[in-house]
């Protein structure tokens, strides 16, 4: 194989490796979003059946059986969601620090003192850990 083609089998490994990453923390970041929301949803119309993040959370009837199994998984898996995490977030910071800033431009003085005092979602260091099931903890780390 000639050297052009190598470097374009790279370039191509390497964009897909990148999509992957984005997609993975995407995913988490929007479990983890879906995670915060459903605790502070406390109307009994909430449509989350138990406290599990993203889809999951509206799954009916778990048993104790696959309560179990699939927080095993979820334990098992975080170390390495947590250490993409790591790698992805420092640029995602950068990010939304970026287009805050950009936002804060086209405000007024008097919505840039509303915006810069609103609350913000920070991006934590790390997954928020999974609540006991009985729990009913309202705080992401």
Do not use: W
Not at 7 to 29: D, E, I, K, P, S
């Amino acid at each position: 194989m000639d050297e052009g083609q190598q470097y374009t089998r790279r370039a191509r490994l390497r964009a897909l490796l990148l999509l992957a990453v984005v997609l993975v923390v995407g995913m988490l970041l929007g479990a983890a979003e879906e995670r915060y929301r459903g605790r502070r949803a406390t109307t009994a119309e909430s449509p989350r059946k138990n406290d599990y993040p993203g889809a999951l959370g509206y799954v009916e009837h778990l048993t104790a059986s696959q309560r179990a199994t699939i927080d095993s998984m979820i334990e098992r898996e975080r170390p390495r969601n947590e250490a993409i995490l790591q790698r992805v977030l420092p640029e995602l910071r950068a990010e939304a620090d970026s287009m805050r800033a950009a936002i804060r431009e086209v405000l007024t003085p008097e919505q840039r003192r509303t915006f810069d005092t609103a609350p913000r979602l920070r991006l934590g260091s790390t997954l928020p850990d999974m609540p006991p099931r009985d729990s009913t903890a309202s705080s992401i780390r």
